[in-house]
């Protein structure tokens, strides 16, 4: 099975401009969740997403959203980007059930100018 | 709320020799799983060990195992003949809410070097 696939792998954008990353879960995988990485605040859950419906969130700005498709597949979509969402945004995709694995992907590194 | 705490941000080990990391919690539930995730420079976060709170025996993967100590909310990490490879930050995680879940609440990490 392919693993979680983010692209793009790197991105720069100027403040002001929005951006929209994607994620491919591991096929069968219909949970999909978003993290934020920084240095300084760590892993910071984004929001998950399960069967096209949002089931978790985070504690963002408004201006974080996301969606899921029917194949699972999520975006994330960040607007109106200050310098401060530099980060690695990193997705995770996991099966249904209790205690079941999250799986990750390789992150999409913004960079915000 | 939940919480997770790992309060060392670096640790060094020599190659072959064994190293524990740490990791502390917070939860009122009495159900629960924690896992540890190590991330190489690749920037993947890969799944290390997994422990579910009511099973007594602490959970092994070959030289990675836990110490688990339900009452005092702790769950650390040994690593056994430690390999270069092994270099990587370490986090520890814990789901938020209870059931099926994907949200994980962090620790702050372990940045984890091997010498050779």
């Known amino acids: 099975k392919a693993g979680v696939t983010q692209t793009p792998r790197y991105l720069i954008k100027t403040r002001g401009q929005q951006v929209t990353l994607s994620c491919s879960p591991i096929?069968?995988?219909?949970?999909v969740s978003w993290y934020q990485q920084t240095p300084g605040q760590g892993l910071q859950f984004l929001f998950e997403?399960?069967?096209?419906?949002?089931?978790n969130k985070g504690n963002f700005p408004g201006r974080f959203s996301g969606r899921q498709f029917s194949n699972s597949r999520s975006e994330m979509n960040v607007s109106t980007l200050e310098l401060g969402d530099s980060a690695l945004y990193l997705c995770?995709?996991?099966?249904?059930?209790?205690?079941?694995?999250?799986?990750f992907g390789q992150g999409t590194r913004l960079t915000v100018v | 709320a939940q919480t997770v705490t790992q309060s060392q941000p670096e640790m060094s080990v020599q190659e072959a020799e064994t190293v524990t990391l740490s990791c502390t919690y917070d939860?009122?539930?009495?159900?629960?799983?924690l896992f540890w995730y190590k991330q190489p420079p690749s920037r993947q976060m890969i799944l290390v060990i997994r422990?579910?709170?009511?099973?007594?025996q602490n959970a092994t993967e070959n030289r990675f195992s836990v110490n688990f100590q339900k009452a005092a909310k702790s769950f650390s990490l040994k690593i056994s003949d430690s390999q270069l490879g092994d270099a990587a930050m370490y986090f520890c995680?814990?789901?938020?809410?209870?059931?099926?879940?994907?949200?994980?609440?962090f620790g702050q990490g372990t940045t984890l070097q091997v010498k050779p």
């Open positions: 995680a814990y789901p938020n809410g209870s059931g099926n879940t994907g949200k994980l609440i």
């Open positions: 997403y399960f069967s096209e419906t949002q089931r």
């Open positions: 096929s069968g995988h219909r949970s």
């Open positions: 422990q579910e709170a009511y099973k007594q």
């Open positions: 939860t009122s539930e009495s159900d629960y799983y």
């Open positions: 995770a995709s996991r099966e249904q059930g209790i205690r079941a694995e999250a799986f």
